[in-house]
């Protein structure tokens, strides 16, 4: 499985962006994917994943201000970003495993990791 991210940039407080990742290879029995963010200096952590039959999850962080979705017939998943703040600027990751994850916000839970796309928040 093979995850390639795009969408990230540069943004005001208060702006919005739209994370894309397209998913190929063995793609029909992903069952989880999501998205990570690492900032610098700091720990990879879960931003919000979502299951094959749609149940999605959130950091309290992102909750009411990121959404994940995906299109199955695009084989890509999205995150909606809105009301972003400086401390949203990070690394975001795509990922996704074969398998229901215990923890969904564990990222050793995850088999598969795109290459990242930088979001930066800033004034």
């Known amino acids: 499985v093979q995850l390639v991210e795009s969408g990230g940039g540069s943004v005001q407080p208060g702006g919005s962006l739209r994370l894309s990742c397209v998913a190929s290879?063995?793609?029909?029995?992903?069952?989880?994917m999501g998205w990570f963010r690492q900032a610098p200096g700091k720990e990879r952590e879960g931003v919000a994943a979502?299951?094959?039959?749609?149940?999605?999850r959130y950091a309290d962080s992102v909750k009411g201000r990121f959404t994940i979705s995906q299109d199955n017939t695009k084989n890509t998943l999205y995150l909606q970003m809105n009301s972003l703040k400086p401390e949203d600027t990070a690394m975001y990751y795509c990922?996704?495993?074969?398998?229901?994850?215990?923890?969904?916000?564990?990222?050793?839970?995850?088999?598969?990791w795109g290459q990242g796309t930088q979001v930066t928040v800033s004034s």
């Open positions: 990922t996704a495993d074969l398998f229901f994850p215990t923890d969904w916000s564990e990222k050793t839970e995850y088999s598969y």
């Open positions: 290879g063995y793609t029909y029995s992903l069952y989880c």
């Open positions: 979502i299951d094959s039959d749609g149940t999605t």
